[in-house]
């Protein structure tokens, strides 16, 4: 083959194919944190843009850790924050007496002021004592001095009294008999025949207890409210629909009265609006055309 003295003009014919390009190598900067001791860390790499990614994924996947860790102890802390005043709040309420146990089926009759008590010593019939309560609680006992009884049970009573004769008597016998207490009551008020307090002397329910207040008022709504204390600061509001219960329907909804229920009848929605209406428009029929 000639070869021209002058260079060719093509001088791509003169280059073998294909070329082979040296790369260099590329920097990677890889940032990112032990996640052991929380040091920070450095790496420098070289590879193709397929490292480079998997370098950039795995810093990112590094850094979620990091902040996921941080955040669910940061999520942790505030639970135990928001946790401390509930639980406060929850010591509080038990520190506090409750007259009637939410949780008690059966309760005593606890002792209330002006309840008149008879208490006797078989074996010591001149200690044989009628009581009255005091407005503040206390009672006074012969050679024994002044004791709080109020809010007591009998059988506590009986301890309370053989505590306070400790010093006079050798493990006394004593009874303890309520002559005169508060009676079991409830009471309704509202739009009913007769409002006010009746004396709970059998099991009723509410539509019962209505009906002996004098049934509901033309003015009332058919949907009546029980109010029940479950304990010296709770209460407990039931809402009743009188209307279905007389009809028949959800008849379990019919509440049995325990000692010191209270059920309110409402007003209705008409008799409401009609305290800002004319009573009457009267029209003469006899009036001149």
């Given at each position: 083959?000639?070869?021209?003295?002058?260079?060719?003009?093509?001088?791509?014919?003169?280059?073998?194919?294909?070329?082979?390009?040296?790369?260099?190598?590329?920097?990677?900067?890889?940032?990112?944190?032990?996640?052991?001791?929380?040091?920070?860390?450095?790496?420098?790499?070289?590879?193709?843009?397929?490292?480079?990614?998997?370098?950039?994924?795995?810093?990112?996947?590094?850094?979620?850790l990091?902040?996921?860790?941080?955040?669910?102890?940061?999520?942790q802390e505030?639970?135990?924050?928001?946790?401390?005043?509930?639980?406060?709040?929850a010591?509080?309420?038990?520190?506090?007496?409750?007259?009637?146990?939410?949780?008690?089926?059966?309760?005593?009759?606890?002792?209330?002021?002006?309840?008149?008590?008879?208490?006797?010593?078989?074996?010591?019939?001149?200690?044989?004592?009628?009581?009255?309560?005091?407005?503040?609680?206390?009672?006074?006992?012969?050679?024994?001095?002044?004791?709080?009884?109020?809010?007591?049970?009998a059988?506590?009573?009986?301890?309370?009294?053989?505590?306070?004769?400790?010093?006079?008597?050798?493990?006394?016998?004593?009874?303890?008999?309520?002559?005169?207490?508060?009676?079991?009551?409830?009471?309704?008020?509202?739009?009913?025949?007769?409002?006010?307090?009746?004396?709970?002397?059998?099991?009723?329910?509410?539509?019962?207890a209505?009906?002996?207040?004098?049934?509901?008022?033309?003015?009332?709504?058919?949907?009546?409210?029980?109010?029940?204390?479950?304990?010296?600061?709770?209460?407990?509001?039931?809402?009743?629909?009188?209307?279905?219960?007389?009809?028949?329907?959800?008849?379990?909804?019919?509440?049995?009265?325990?000692?010191?229920?209270?059920?309110f009848?409402?007003?209705?929605?008409?008799?409401?609006?009609?305290?800002?209406?004319?009573?009457?428009?009267?029209?003469?029929?006899?009036?001149?055309?």
């Amino acid at each position: 083959m000639k070869h021209s003295p002058y260079p060719s003009s093509n001088w791509h014919s003169q280059v073998k194919f294909p070329l082979k390009f040296k790369r260099k190598a590329t920097p990677i900067l890889f940032i990112g944190r032990d996640l052991t001791d929380g040091t920070a860390l450095e790496y420098f790499r070289k590879g193709s843009s397929m490292k480079r990614g998997m370098a950039r994924i795995s810093g990112w996947c590094g850094l979620m850790l990091v902040f996921a860790t941080q955040g669910a102890s940061a999520q942790q802390e505030i639970h135990a924050t928001l946790a401390e005043p509930a639980k406060a709040v929850a010591a509080a309420d038990s520190d506090q007496p409750d007259h009637v146990a939410a949780t008690e089926r059966n309760p005593r009759y606890r002792v209330s002021r002006s309840d008149v008590i008879s208490i006797s010593f078989p074996l010591s019939p001149e200690l044989n004592q009628t009581v009255t309560v005091q407005p503040d609680g206390f009672i006074s006992l012969y050679g024994a001095g002044d004791i709080h009884i109020q809010d007591l049970t009998a059988p506590e009573v009986v301890e309370a009294v053989k505590k306070a004769y400790v010093g006079t008597l050798h493990d006394p016998i004593v009874n303890v008999d309520l002559i005169d207490f508060q009676k079991a009551f409830f009471t309704v008020s509202g739009q009913v025949g007769k409002p006010g307090q009746y004396d709970l002397r059998s099991d009723i329910t509410v539509s019962q207890a209505l009906a002996v207040a004098g049934g509901l008022a033309p003015t009332a709504k058919t949907q009546v409210f029980l109010y029940r204390a479950v304990s010296s600061s709770w209460a407990e509001v039931r809402e009743l629909k009188l209307k279905d219960i007389l009809h028949g329907k959800n008849i379990n909804e019919d509440v049995h009265l325990r000692p010191g229920d209270m059920i309110f009848v409402p007003e209705n929605m008409i008799t409401k609006f009609k305290k800002y209406i004319p009573y009457s428009l009267a029209f003469s029929p006899y009036l001149p055309l």
